[in-house]
């Protein structure tokens, strides 16, 4: 079974700066998928920022990029420029890529979550 | 397009007391998940669905009951609540294929008093 561990409750960042999140994972699966999800207090899951573990280049959306190491199983979000908008939880998360059984059925596994908090 | 719609929002129970979450999506996806959030947690998955008629159990499946008559609707069903289920409730629905992206409801507030 794939675990996700998200070792900081919680961070703080001043708006205009930048901060990084952590996330690691266990797997002996060589092909899936690695998220961040954002939740603000509406509650929504909103999806930041997906990574394909058999494309080398870390991925980027505008202000959010990742820091994808496979060997050493990291997947750190960072938020260049922070805004008071981004202050929420982020949660990492792991999906196997559905394999020709289709037994993974695209289930997340989720890390237990990072409060940031952002300073005006 | 509504997306992925949760019945009721909130809502309080008494222990023993049972109820139905329900979960509608529009976009004619094929899969269908129920999820539990717990402080310090994450997300956890209770029950999933592959396809209309088909379910299957997830990691924290005890004490809930799930059923899929039809594609758009998953249905989570508690038989007897407790004050361990008291929690927020996520349904979930994404397209079979390759893209991966899953498609969150807002989320039922459920406490069980």
């Known amino acids: 079974a794939q675990t996700v561990t998200q070792s900081q409750p919680e961070m703080s960042v001043q708006e205009a700066e930048t901060v990084t999140l952590s996330c690691t994972y266990d797997t002996s699966e060589s092909d899936y998928y690695l998220f961040w999800y954002k939740q603000p207090p509406s509650r929504q899951m909103i999806l930041v920022i997906r990574q394909e573990a058999y494309k080398q280049q870390n991925a980027t959306e505008n202000r959010f990029s990742v820091n994808f190491q496979k060997a050493a199983k990291s997947f750190s979000l960072k938020i260049s420029d922070s805004q008071l908008g981004d202050a929420a939880m982020y949660f990492c998360?792991?999906?196997?890529?559905?394999?020709?059984?289709?037994?993974?059925?695209?289930?997340?596994?989720f890390g237990q979550g990072t409060i940031l908090t952002v300073h005006p | 397009n509504a997306g992925v719609t949760q019945t009721p929002k909130f809502r309080v129970l008494k222990t023993g007391q049972s109820m139905t979450l329900l979960c509608a999506q529009d976009m004619n996806h094929e899969y269908m998940y129920w999820y539990r959030q717990d402080p310090g947690m994450g997300l956890r998955l209770i029950h999933y669905s592959v396809g209309e008629g088909t379910t299957a159990k997830g990691e924290v499946p005890d004490g809930y009951n799930v059923s899929r008559l039809k594609k758009q609707n998953f249905l989570l069903g508690l038989e007897s609540a407790a004050p361990s289920q008291t929690s927020v409730y996520f349904c979930?629905?994404?397209?079979?294929?390759?893209?991966?992206?899953?498609?969150f409801g807002q989320g039922t507030r459920l406490t069980v008093v």
């Open positions: 998360a792991y999906r196997s890529r559905i394999n020709a059984g289709g037994t993974s059925y695209g289930k997340l596994t």
């Open positions: 979930a629905s994404r397209r079979q294929g390759a893209i991966p992206e899953a498609f």
